[in-house]
């Protein structure tokens, strides 16, 4: 190998290496398994739907050119209702992270 690219493969390591993981506010519980368990109990799933609209408003504070537009609940529940299907040992935080990043058009992962 070139040193260029010893180099460059040098600084990439490097860089990822000091990539911090996005820290996370929120309830003890953050699994899908709560979430779905929360459809049986409406205040607890309110409680939830409005954490994760302030995690869309907190994107939208951080990222104001490209936001997250008006989104009802019931979008925000079917959302998170689909991730947890699809990754059922996942946790409905990172869902909303996820909508965050389809939602604005980024459609890339959070990264610092």
Not at 10 to 27: D, E, N, Q, R, Y
Request: with cysteine; aromatic share 8%; proline share 3%.
């Amino acid at each position: 190998m070139s040193k260029r690219t010893l180099l460059l493969l040098a600084a990439l390591i490097a860089t990822g290496a000091t990539a911090a993981p996005v820290k996370i506010v929120g309830f003890d519980d953050m699994s899908c398994r709560a979430w779905v368990k929360s459809k049986d109990d409406g205040e607890q799933r309110k409680i939830y739907l409005a954490w994760i609209r302030g995690v869309l408003t907190g994107h939208n504070y951080a990222n104001q050119g490209q936001q997250v537009s008006s989104i009802s609940s019931g979008t925000v529940e079917n959302f998170i209702d689909r991730y947890c299907v699809e990754k059922p040992l996942g946790e409905f935080s990172d869902a909303a992270l996820r909508m965050s990043d389809k939602f604005s058009g980024r459609n890339e992962p959070i990264s610092k």
